[in-house]
């Protein structure tokens, strides 16, 4: 990027508002997977006119923009591949609205996911949407990655909660898609389109937000059991005895093993998977969620015990060590892939079990955990990249994994989308025909692939990694 084009993204957001120093772009070069792709330059623009303003000097220049929030993205979505700029939307992190009688909020694309939560939590709101990185990611980036979390297994994902979205395209025209009414089926649904666009379609400047209730009651029971088979067998058990939990989520025994000193209780050494079960909803419906709980776990195969957390502390302490598990599994190895694959519900004890195969046999510590209760296991591949043969085994468990999981009749992201690490593999999913009409989508948006190049679709010589 040339001193000219530098001075004229200062025009635009203002000279403290573009970085270039190597310093402060190497904060820019990774995200979650710890790839590492500096950009040339960093803008922080502070309203949508701006981020128009950027996109036409791109389009014109050209150079390529890669939006960003937080950067936690598990699949190198906010990696800037082919250099050009990031454009960090830190500063567009405001809250405009919450309507308590119209069930929705309006907010900026920075704002952090968590805060949002807590927010319209004060009017008896709720956000449902949880991913564990709720408390540095944003809803930008989880609207670009159509993120999940434990909670998605009764209310939904990000998708299921965003009626309507202002994006500036590539020719920096500034487009408003959906509504803010309950209902609408205006047109195509571009809201739709734009939702786990992975940033390589448009630059989401606004959302409206639909809200729920917050529910009355929860209760939080962690079940214990001896082995990864009978955990995975236990949850269509729970699902189809006609509970509806708000959380299924399981550890298996590494994942257990490396936050085992987070957990309120002890565990006893017999125990190798756990599963955290939530029930939510008025508090009469719980207790009877509750009681058909323990009556469906009495002498069931595998569980050695159920506890409940007691009090708002033990359940905190809970979900610390839970959100804990991913930064944790660095205590195995520097590197991990982390893979979020489906699998139908009833498939899981087939994928855990290959899965400990993968583990046993493949040279490489692989292990799982994550939101059970729909099919969305967290596959762990440890690996350090400076160990050639590991990095090379790695590489062979993940493909065997996809291959796998496509063959269970699944799919290879249930919520970090295809981004970089996984663009290799689309073909896996998807025939000829269906590429291309996805190729047509992104032609119709970004002629000219400024906009977050080298995501999503394989390269044309594909090198897996
Ligand atoms: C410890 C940990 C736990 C995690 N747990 C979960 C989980 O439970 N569930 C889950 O779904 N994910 C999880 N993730 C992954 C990650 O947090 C999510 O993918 C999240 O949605 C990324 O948000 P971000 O703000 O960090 O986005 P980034 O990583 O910065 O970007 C992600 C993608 O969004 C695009 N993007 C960002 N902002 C915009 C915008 N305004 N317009 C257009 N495109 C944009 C980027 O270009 C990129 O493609 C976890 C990550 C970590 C590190």
Redesign the pocket.
Known sequence: MDRRTIERLKEIVGPEQVATTREELLCYSF??TGLEFPPAAVAFPGSAAEVAAIMRLAAATPFPV?????????TG??LPVAGGLVLA?SRLNRILEIDPDNQIAVVE?GVVTGQLREEVGRYGLAYPPD???LK???I??????N????SAVKYGVTRDYVLGLE?VLTDGSLIRTGVRTAKGVTGYDLTRLLIGS???L????RIILRLIAAPEAKRTFLVLLDDLGPAARLVSGVLGAGLLPCTLEYLDATALGIVASSLPFPLPPAVRAMLLIEVDGERAAVAAQADRLRQLLAGREGVLDLQEATSEAEVKALWTAR?AV??AAFKLKPHKLSEDVVVPRSRIPELVAFTETLNREGGIVVFTFGHAGDGNIHVNIMLDRANPEEVARAAVAKEKLFARVIGLGGTLSG???I?LTKAPFLPLEFDEATMAIMRAVKDAFDPHHIL?PG?IFPPAAAKKS
């Open positions: 995200d979650g890669v939006p960003r929030g937080a950067g936690s993205g598990m979505g906010a939307m694309p991913p564990a990185s540095f990611c944003t930008g980036g989880n609207i670009a990655e993120a999940g979390g434990p994006a992975e940033g390589t448009a630059v989401i400047t959100r991913s930064p919520e970090h989308g981004g977050n995501k």
